[in-house]
T-cell receptor, first 112, second 114 residues
Framework: GAVVSQHPSRVICKSGTSVKIECRSL??????MFWYRQFPKQSLMLMAT?????????EQGVEKDKFLINHASLTLSTLTVTSAHPEDSSFYIC????????FGPGTRLTVL | AQSVTQLGSHVSVSEGALVLLRCNYS??????LFWYVQYPNQGLQLLLK??????LVKGINGFEAEFKKSETSFHLTKPSAHMSDAAEYFC????????????FGGGTRVLVKP
């Protein structure tokens, strides 16, 4: 398996600011991580696949310049929401690929 | 492209009654299928998975699911609901040809009545 943590668990920011969310694989070296977004009462939508040492692969419709992903090490991937707006308020969840996906606890982002 | 449909966004069951959550999938290749549970403001926990071995899969917390290729279904059941089963449940299919990306169904919220 894999144990995955996310930081912060909750964040509130003002419109126009940038927010960084960390996803850590605590007991497994992950070459691949995934980032999902979940709006209230909705399902998870894959935003991007994060590959260690290379550029992330974004899903159709996800702005790569707005959602910056950095997977600089085998245990850490970061998602930065740049110039956040209220419509970016959501629950962001990462997962680590180790034969199957293991999910982090999620980060609740609220943009005022 | 793969897709997952969960019939019923909400299911209400009495404690001790059967829980049945429906999932149908579409996949161009033999699928890997998953059921996850999500409690409020938490990530997803794997209940069980089908990876082309036995068609009846047993998972945690007394849940099981049966893969039926002819019906393209992977319904989740539990014989006797417990109050702690109240949560959101997601069915997902893995795209093994595209880095094992998961496509999720819309989710089913389970309410357990005492």
């Amino acid at each position: 398996g894999a144990v995955v943590s996310q930081h912060p668990s909750r964040v509130i920011c003002k419109s126009g600011t940038s927010v960084k969310i960390e996803c850590r694989s605590l007991d497994f070296q992950a070459t691949t991580m995934f980032w999902y977004r979940q709006f209230p009462k909705q399902s998870l939508m894959l935003m991007a696949t994060s590959n260690e040492g290379s550029k992330a692969t974004y899903e159709q419709g996800v702005e790569k310049d707005k959602f910056l992903i950095n997977h600089a090490s085998l245990t850490l991937s970061t998602l930065t929401v740049t110039s956040a707006h209220p419509e970016d308020s959501s629950f962001y969840i990462c997962s680590v690929m180790n034969n199957e996906q293991f999910f982090g606890p999620g980060t609740r982002l609220t943009v005022l | 492209a793969q897709s997952v449909t969960q019939l019923g966004s909400h299911v209400s069951v009495s404690e001790g009654a059967l829980v049945l959550l429906r999932c149908n999938y579409s996949s161009s290749v033999p699928p890997y299928l998953f059921w996850y549970v999500q409690y409020p403001n938490q990530g997803l926990q794997l209940l069980l998975k089908y990876t082309s071995a036995a068609t009846l899969v047993k998972g945690i917390n007394g849940f099981e699911a049966e893969f039926k290729k002819s019906e393209t279904s992977f319904h989740l059941t539990k014989p006797s609901a417990h109050m702690s089963d109240a949560a959101e449940y997601f069915c997902a299919v893995s795209d093994r040809a595209a880095g094992n990306k998961l496509t999720f169904g819309g989710g089913t919220r389970v309410l357990v009545k005492p």
